[in-house]
């Protein structure tokens, strides 16, 4: 009977992974294709002639767009099943208590994991406070949910190869764990919103279910439909934006303005940066092409670091729980740590 | 039945209103629906990702668009 119960489960998971393995397969089939198809399509089937500035240019689109957006549906498909595993409210729990030093390692580390839209950032930064997560462990998850995210890891991984997407997930932990840390030993609890310690609620009633492998499989294809569905074309413009600089724009064009020898480049992109709220889809795809004629990987580095992790509408958002002391101290300490990883890489490069 | 989407306006938040709204009407649910955008009163419920759906005070599920069939289980319920 037992035994009749476990053939059962197991096939049940046999059966549930079928798909997703046919799917793999054919993933890598078209993956390992896609540059010889490129190359064929620009000199065999429109005739271009190789040496040209188009059929560079071509080429580039017509290899870097499936690329990157295979390795994102491929990326957020498993980010969406590893999701799964963790709400707020377990993040929460976890959190719970924990000293400011230890709590700003897991803060980070779960920060990256845990399902965050920044529209959801206030009833999570209440949520934290509430149960008694400190501010400083509180500000190390909300500065790297959005700085390390999965697109941007995919991005930078498909364009820029690996070593640069591990700097950047590195450095962006580091500087949440550093900023929060310092922010909890700052004592800037005064400058929360005097309401946000006096609410009660209720704690949700919502019980943890038990959820089953293939829902985690299903959420695993929401999350491509949700995230590729709505950046794809952010993708595409990126690219062919990138593609253009990549054929046109001449060599060493960006060395004056961000190379590594102009001292102010790294504050000056930071600021860029900051105000500009794109999302990592549209940027990374540029940032890449101008690394290409020119520009310093650190000075880049700041660049996108600032983009994606300060955004100015979640400042905004912030502004309803945070009086403007602590908003401004959050954003001088994260663009502080930005600027020093700039510097440092410029250097080391 | 009271139905309430608690979320401070953002894009899920308005798409998870529109769901309930189709939803209720199709089944002929017999729902009054309200949203929920002040952040004060969305935290008494004490859920941490918006969209929040609570029906007749109970929250049901928050951070995420729930399908169909789960919405209309939880109308029976109620």
Redesign the interface.
Known sequence: MQNTLVKAEKKGIIHILFLPAMLLAFWLFIYLNIEKWANYFTISVIKLNENTRFADTLRFFLFEVPKVLLLLVLIVFIVGIIRSYF???KT?KILEGKPLFAGNIMASLLGTVT?F?S??A???F???I?SGVPLGVTFSFLIAAPMINEIAVVLLFGLFGWKTALIYMTTGLLIAMISGFIIGKLRLEKYVED?VYK?K??????QEQEISFKTRIQSGYNAVKEIVGKIWIYIIIGIAVGAGVHGYVPENFMAGMMGKSTWWSVPLSVLIGVPLYSNAAGIIPIVQALLEKGASLGTVLAFMMSVIGLSLPETIILK??LKLPLIFTFVGIVAAGIMLVGYLFNIIY | MIIKVL???????KSLESKVREVAEAQGVDAEIEKVTD??E?????????PGLVINE??????IIPNDDELIQWFKEC
């Open positions: 709400s707020p409210e929460r399902p839209c529209c959801s206030i009833p999570l209440l949520g934290f509430e309401w609410i609620s209720s704690p949700t009633e919502l309803k729980v | 979320g401070t306006g953002c894009a899920r938040c952040i004060q969305i935290m008494k419920y004490g859920i941490m990702a918006t109970k929250v049901k599920c928050s951070g």
